[in-house]
């Protein structure tokens, strides 16, 4: 089993609506992040959280929101999805470790907004 | 604010070649960089991690070496074979804020 888990890897959905997707880790990290890839823009930093009750928007966070339901737990919802959301999303995970640890990469999910 | 810059954006290659990555970033307030793989439509692969203390990193035909001071990284990856083909990542975490922060990528085609 992957260490980072998201759900659903694949998901249509229509303008307007809610969805939430999913990420769940077996690796004990207390850092949790959720980025979106677009081409061309590279990976960019939507909401990070370093630990359960410490959560931080970043650089693209207008129109997501997350929770941080567990330790290993961390929800990235599109409260009202649009077509310029249409990307590929992916969770990291990181240990604290005082530095800086080595991150881990989800699958990534693949949503688009029509 | 941070950036990092991978040049060039893609690179293609005969089989057996050395490759040679690059990657810089404005701020040497860092604490590691790292790089990653990634295969088209997958997920990100780790492939080293060099803490900001450590000149670089091997693992395999992979090498990495850091020049905090400068703004540089560079991946290595020696007698290239047709399954490196993907797209290499680059990222730092800087000392202001603890995030990653990832470069464009080098899309690499390794030609048999």
């Known amino acids: 089993d992957a260490d980072v888990t998201q759900t659903p890897r694949n998901r249509i959905t229509k303008t307007g609506k809610r969805i939430m997707l999913e990420c769940s880790q077996t690796?004990?990290?207390?850092?949790m992040y959720w980025y979106r890839q677009d081409p061309g823009l590279g990976l960019r930093l939507i909401y990070y959280?370093?630990?359960?009750?410490?959560?931080n928007k970043g650089e693209i966070s207008d129109g997501y929101s997350v929770s941080r339901q567990a330790q290993a737990k961390f929800s990235l919802s599109l409260e009202s999805a649009i077509p310029n959301q249409t990307a590929l999303y992916f969770c990291a995970t990181s240990d604290s470790g005082g530095r800086g640890s080595e991150a881990f990469f989800g699958q990534g999910t693949r949503l688009t907004v029509v | 604010k941070q950036e990092v810059t991978q040049i060039p954006a893609a690179l293609s290659v005969p089989e057996g070649e050395n490759l040679v990555l690059n990657c810089s970033f404005t701020?040497?307030?860092?604490?590691?960089l790292q790089w990653f793989r990634q295969d088209p439509g997958k997920g990100l692969t780790s492939l080293l991690l060099?803490?900001?203390?450590?000149r670089e990193q091997t693992s395999g035909r992979l090498n990495a070496s850091l020049d905090k001071s400068s703004g540089r990284s560079t991946l290595y990856i020696a007698a290239s074979q047709p399954g490196d083909s993907a797209t290499y990542l680059c990222?730092?975490?800087?000392?202001?804020?603890?995030?990653?922060?990832f470069g464009g990528g080098t899309r690499v085609l390794v030609k048999p």
């Open positions: 990222a730092v975490i800087g000392t202001a804020g603890n995030k990653l922060t």
């Open positions: 060099i803490q900001s203390s450590q």
């Open positions: 959280s370093f630990d359960v009750k410490d959560i």
């Open positions: 690796k004990g990290h207390d850092r």
């Open positions: 701020d040497s307030a860092i604490y590691n």
